[in-house]
């Protein structure tokens, strides 16, 4: 993909991004939509591997949040969603398959066993997420727990302490994990459909970008989630073939 795309791929991301979290701050009804819709903005970048992009693009709009609401306003994007949305891709395509291949036990016959790489692949995964709920749900915890130190629960007021708080988040941090997962894995083939790395140029650019298409016209191996994503979507189709 092209640099000039990547750039304003970027651009429109942190623009929709940033869009979002103003409307997170200021339309309270749907905090919560506009600030998950904010963390979806920021992967766009990574759909095409740019890393740099999508880091730039959260700092960016964390600085353009601050100056907007305030610290308090801002934080939750700051915190979690925004940084978040780029530590589960970091998670999921460097550390999780880092560590299945250096668990995966390979025989003398040539033959892996996947088993222990998969198993310690969740457990580190998933360990490093929740670690990082809970320290940002603890950062957090000072700046809204002086504003909100009550829930009302149907009709019974409930003191909002940490212990709850932290517990309570995490079913809902999981859901929320899955489906920007299930989010990010979709965007990612819409986006390479609309958006294809190889581009047809003129005759001028083929002169110059001859070794950009040799490259664009190797086969190209799937990644470990669009092959877990097509085993999930095509199920149904293989079984009535059979």
């Not at 990574?46 to 999508?54: E, G, I, V």
């Not at 970091?90 to 995966?104: G, H, L, N, Q």
């Not at 650019?205 to 799937?222: A, C, G, Q, T, V």
Request: hydrophobic share 50%.
């Amino acid at each position: 993909m092209r640099k000039s795309r990547v750039i304003a791929l970027a651009g429109v991301s942190s623009a929709l991004a940033l869009i979002c979290v103003s409307a997170s701050m200021f339309v309270q009804p749907m905090t919560l939509t506009f600030a998950t819709l904010s963390a979806v903005f920021v992967l766009l970048p990574l759909t095409k591997k740019s890393w740099a992009s999508s880091v730039l693009g959260y700092i960016v709009v964390s600085i353009s949040a601050f100056l907007i609401g305030g610290i308090i306003l801002s934080a939750p994007f700051i915190i979690f969603f925004g940084f978040y949305a780029i530590l589960q891709r970091f998670i999921e395509d460097i550390i999780m398959p880092a560590v299945k291949k250096f668990a995966t036990i390979k025989f003398k016959n040539g033959k892996n066993n996947n088993v222990l790489g998969v198993t310690l692949k969740y457990v580190v995964g998933y360990t490093i997420k929740l670690a990082y709920l809970q320290i940002a749900l603890a950062i957090l915890w000072f700046a809204t727990s002086a504003i909100i130190p009550n829930i009302n629960f149907f009709g019974m007021d409930i003191t909002l302490t940490y212990l709850i708080f932290a517990l309570g988040s995490i079913p809902l941090f999981l859901l929320y994990d899955l489906m920007m997962k299930l989010v990010f894995m979709n965007m990612k083939i819409i986006i390479d459909k609309k958006i294809p790395d190889s581009s047809t140029t003129t005759t001028g650019d083929r002169m110059f970008d001859s070794s950009d298409e040799e490259s664009n016209n190797l086969p190209k191996e799937m990644t470990e989630e669009e092959r877990e994503h097509d085993i999930f979507f095509n199920h149904d189709d293989e079984s009535s073939i059979k």
